[in-house]
């Protein structure tokens, strides 16, 4: 039996950190009214220098660092964004060549802020198959060059950032380690309620994001304890067996309703959009290596993944560390 075992995480942020306060100086709204709603104190913002495709490599890097890994032994490279540097080659052949390991595949995933969870399902079943022996799987987002900063209902909410996990298939008997069990889902006819007008085949522009906020929270929390309740239904666990849920974090309060339709306590779910707001296909893997470093999660551990975003997409993913 092959298996996908976790080896490393690493993340990198922006240099630029934007308060709420000063947010407030440019856009009607306050602190108050966004620590209130969400529970966002702050976000990391791009500078001209950094691109999805900067902040990616730098996760990567750390991520090898922490595994002990040499790029040259990684064989694929599967990166979640929405805001790729380029409509095309995908961002993920930069990352390949700034890393100098040219051997295998790499492309990107695109399911907004589901995005690693797609990247994580699909590296799994890659290295699963045999195709691949150790990928990177690298969340990486540059929200802030697609927000429109007049609209205050979306442009408080996300930031920039990027987080990467090394994984490596792993043949042997022991069943309870690595990725265990994921879980994915589709519904597009929800597009209106979370998308980006604009884009290459139909503005020719890159358009900005829009989003029905209050829908999108209503559909996030029904959609999120489902899957996080057929994760734990295949895997086979209770839900009082898991260490920590690494939810995406786009507001406090789904994160809170989430757990309590769970039964989990709020002391298990690891917590950073305080600090690093909403940023899409990077705010789990960054999350995750933010509680590693602080030393909350550790070897070991029962972890789940999961996360909602545009389409509608969402998933879930349990793994042991
Ligand atoms: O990552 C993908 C998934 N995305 C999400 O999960 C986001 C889900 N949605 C949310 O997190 C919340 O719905 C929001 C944080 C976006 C909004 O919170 P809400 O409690 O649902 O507020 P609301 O949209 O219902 O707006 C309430 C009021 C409105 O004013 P009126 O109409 O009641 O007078 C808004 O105009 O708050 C106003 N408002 C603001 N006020 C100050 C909206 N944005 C702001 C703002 N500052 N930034």
């Keep these: 039996m092959i298996r996908s075992v976790f080896r490393g995480s690493g993340s990198a942020l922006p240099a630029k950190v934007v308060s709420n306060a000063e947010l407030s100086?440019?856009?009607?709204?306050?602190?108050?009214w966004i620590v209130e709603r969400t529970g966002i104190?702050?976000?990391?913002?791009?500078?001209?220098?950094?691109?999805?495709?900067?902040?990616?490599?730098?996760?990567?890097?750390?991520?090898?660092?922490?595994?002990?890994?040499?790029?040259?032994?990684?064989?694929?490279?599967?990166l979640a964004t929405a805001t790729p540097d380029n409509t095309f080659?995908?961002?993920?052949t930069k990352v390949q060549a700034a890393l100098g390991c040219t051997g295998g595949m790499?492309?990107?995933?695109?399911?907004?802020?589901?995005g690693f969870l797609y990247a994580l399902a699909t590296a799994d079943s890659l290295l699963k198959s045999g195709m691949a022996k150790r990928a990177?799987?690298?969340?990486?987002?540059?929200?802030?060059?697609?927000?429109?900063?007049?609209?205050?209902?979306?442009?408080?909410?996300f930031g920039d950032g990027a987080g990467a996990l090394v994984?490596?298939?792993?043949?042997?008997?022991?069943?309870?380690?690595?990725?265990?069990?994921?879980?994915?889902?589709?519904?597009?006819?929800?597009?209106?309620?979370l998308y980006v007008d604009g884009g290459?085949?139909?503005?020719?522009?890159?358009?900005?994001?829009?989003?029905?906020?209050?829908?999108?929270?209503?559909h996030a929390v029904v959609n999120l304890s489902s899957v996080l309740r057929e994760v734990i239904e295949d895997?086979?666990?209770?839900?009082?067996?898991?260490?920590?849920?690494?939810?995406?974090?786009?507001?406090?309060?789904?994160?809170?309703?989430?757990?309590?339709?769970?039964?989990?306590?709020?002391?298990?779910?690891?917590?950073?959009?305080?600090?690093?707001?909403?940023?899409?296909?990077?705010?789990?893997?960054?999350?995750?290596?933010t509680a590693r470093k602080d030393g909350r999660i550790k070897d070991g551990d029962l972890v789940m993944f999961e996360a909602m975003g545009g389409g509608f997409t969402w998933g879930a993913s349990l793994m042991r560390l």
Excluded at 70 to 77: G, P, T, V
């Design 106 to 114: 790499a492309f990107d995933v695109q399911a907004v802020c589901s």
């Design 89 to 92: 080659p995908a961002t993920a």
């Design 136 to 157: 990177l799987v690298i969340g990486a987002e540059t929200f802030s060059r697609i927000l429109d900063w007049e609209d205050r209902g979306t442009c408080v909410l």
């Design 25 to 32: 100086k440019t856009v009607d709204t306050s602190d108050e």
């Design 235 to 289: 895997a086979g666990i209770a839900a009082a067996d898991i260490d920590w849920v690494v939810p995406h974090q786009a507001n406090a309060r789904i994160l809170d309703a989430t757990a309590r339709k769970l039964g989990l306590p709020a002391e298990k779910v690891i917590v950073t959009v305080d600090r690093h707001a909403n940023t899409s296909a990077a705010s789990v893997p960054l999350a995750f290596d």
């Design 200 to 218: 290459p085949s139909t503005t020719q522009t890159v358009g900005h994001l829009r989003m029905k906020g209050r829908e999108v929270f209503r």
């Design 41 to 78: 104190r702050q976000r990391y913002i791009a500078g001209e220098d950094e691109t999805t495709s900067t902040l990616a490599i730098g996760a990567a890097r750390a991520a090898l660092d922490d595994a002990g890994i040499d790029a040259s032994e990684i064989d694929l490279i599967v």
């Design 167 to 193: 994984i490596e298939a792993e043949e042997g008997e022991e069943a309870n380690r690595g990725v265990i069990a994921s879980r994915l889902h589709a519904d597009g006819d929800q597009h209106d309620l």
